[in-house]
């Protein structure tokens, strides 16, 4: 009797650190919640909305893409223009034999994206490279660079697979925002500092966003190039003859894409105002653009020559507000159609 009475004691000892350690947990995981919540809610009176962040793993994500075998890879390559000015859901389905995939990066110019399509053997798709003259120095060779060599020496499934949850959680609550986070707002705060600048924009799991230019104030963003514009100060920095033959190296790489039955198609977003004053000031199209453009290997569109892609609203003289990215995606594919550039 004794020894049954012991027994039973052992095994409710033994039960209750398992019931302590359960309940530890669920506490910590409500008051967890708890915190998250209050934060979100937060955020959220205050007119913050969840936006996914851009990185190298998900541009990984869409570099993996190109290699599409069902439907022919349709490669975007550029900066900002490219990146906030087409409309991925547009563009797909327009051109329903084509896979659009993003790899324009925001401020760095595509060069070394299209070095490493090049050098790719196993990519046989089509590039749409959105550049201006200045974007073809030599210089700007490596800006996307960093990309290129994450995605060969670091890509893996396991990464693939961390940044598809991190697109869920940054898609759905602002916190995810590391701006928004509690570090950083007890920071703020401890220093007595405003909190951060509401995005204007909307980024998506595609790399494609959006610019509403009702939340902020594009003519801030005009005035440094009104500026150049009005003082004359815009120059050139490398004089014609060296800026076209630093040029061989990519008609090299887009003849690489051509042999093995991919193609490359260069285009000029639509620019207006002091921004392309600037850009003409200091790159003169018979000096530069024009020669470019009559020696490539590839077909070469400048959307001011066409007035389906020029007659659009650029609030900033540079991007498109995102109401008007469905219209200017279908003028881009009928002009790309028309002049035998692409297929439908």
């Known amino acids: ?15 209750a650190p398992c019931w302590r350690w359960t309940t530890t947990w669920i506490l910590a995981l409500v008051v967890v919640t708890a915190i998250i919540g209050t934060a979100e809610t937060h955020w959220r009176d205050l007119g913050y909305q969840p936006n996914i962040r ?36 547009a563009l797909k389905a327009q051109l329903p034999r084509y896979q659009p995939v993003m790899l324009a990066q925001n401020a760095h110019y595509p060069l070394a994206a299209l070095r490493d399509l090049a050098a790719d053997e196993r990519f046989h798709g089509v590039v749409l490279c959105d550049i201006e003259s200045g974007g073809l120095y030599k210089m700007y060779t490596d800006m996307q660079q960093p990309l290129v060599d994450y995605y060969h020496r670091q890509w893996s499934p396991s990464w693939h697979a961390h940044r598809l949850l991190l697109n869920r959680w940054q898609a759905h609550f602002d916190v995810a925002n590391p ?84 193609n490359v198609i260069f285009y000029q ?40 892609l020029s007659a659009f609203s650029l609030p900033d003289d540079s991007h498109l507000d995102f109401r008007d990215k469905p219209a200017y995606t279908q003028a881009l594919v009928d002009v790309l159609v028309k002049r035998g550039l692409i297929e439908r």
């Open 54 to 89: 851009d990185s190298a793993e998900l541009w990984s994500i869409q570099r993996d893409r190109v290699y599409a075998t069902k439907k022919i890879p349709l490669v975007l390559l550029g900066a900002s223009r490219i990146e906030f000015g087409v409309d991925m859901k």
């Open 179 to 262: 701006q928004l986070g509690i570090v950083a707002t007890a920071l703020r705060w401890i220093n007595a500092e405003p909190p951060p600048q509401r995005d204007y924009f909307r980024f998506y799991a595609d790399r494609s966003g959006d610019i509403d230019y009702t939340q902020t104030d594009p003519a801030a963003a005009k005035h440094h190039f009104e500026q150049l514009a009005a003082s004359g100060q815009a120059r050139a920095l490398v004089a014609p003859d060296a800026w076209f033959a630093g040029l061989q190296e990519v008609y090299d790489w887009t003849k690489k894409i051509q042999a093995r039955g991919g």
């Open 269 to 308: 977003s639509p620019t207006v105002g002091a921004v392309r004053d600037v850009d003409t000031f200091a790159h003169p199209h018979a000096l530069y653009w024009d020669r470019f453009a009559e020696n490539s290997p590839a077909a070469v569109l400048d959307a001011a020559d066409d007035p389906r």
């Open 1 to 15: 009797m004794l020894s049954s009475i012991s027994s039973s004691n052992t095994a409710r000892s033994e039960r």
